[in-house]
């Protein structure tokens, strides 16, 4: 017996809250002012500090979630991480934000193959691939062929 439950008039007015930027204006930041968290969440994963990357990341996707960059970079700290289901789930927003964003596909693919979901993987791979050499983006398509080939050489 499946019961939907429908979310309450509070709680679809906060989720409008939060996609409209709300923590992001209470603090008093501008959408230019959080481009410097991606630098040092960048300076930190290269550092090896994945724990405090992971805080700004996840603060900056608070702050705006529907910025695709901020997304991004919750995925890519997620897989550093082994944390796959939270990439998948940041690299599907990537996905619904911005469809024609290769990184987006490609970091689905890659968070996909790392739970075991090969197929899967290798659809969103494919089309990360594809999207990739329409807007030009070599590394992109590079990487995503690599690795589905690797995953179809696994499946063999």
């Known amino acids: 017996m499946d019961q939907r439950i429908e979310p309450s008039a509070e709680a679809l007015d906060m989720g409008r809250q939060l996609v409209e930027g ?19 969440a960048k300076a930190l994963i290269e550092r090896g500090q994945l724990e405090r990357a992971m805080r700004i990341y996840a603060a900056l996707v608070l702050c705006d979630p529907v910025d695709p960059d901020y997304q991004v970079g919750l995925a890519n700290c997620a897989l550093v991480q082994g944390e796959n289901h939270l ?34 993987a290798a659809e969103d791979l494919a089309e990360a691939a594809a999207l990739a050499g329409r807007s030009g983006e070599s590394a992109i398509a590079a990487e995503a062929e690599r690795l589905r080939r690797q995953i179809q050489a696994m499946a063999g």
């Open 87 to 120: 990439a998948l789930q940041a690299a599907s927003a990537v996905i619904v934000i911005a469809p024609t964003d290769p990184r987006g596909w490609l970091l689905s693919g890659r968070a996909c193959a790392g739970m075991a979901a090969y197929a899967e």
């Open 22 to 40: 709300l923590f992001r204006k209470e603090l008093g930041l501008e959408p230019a002012d959080l481009r410097y968290g991606l630098d040092i």
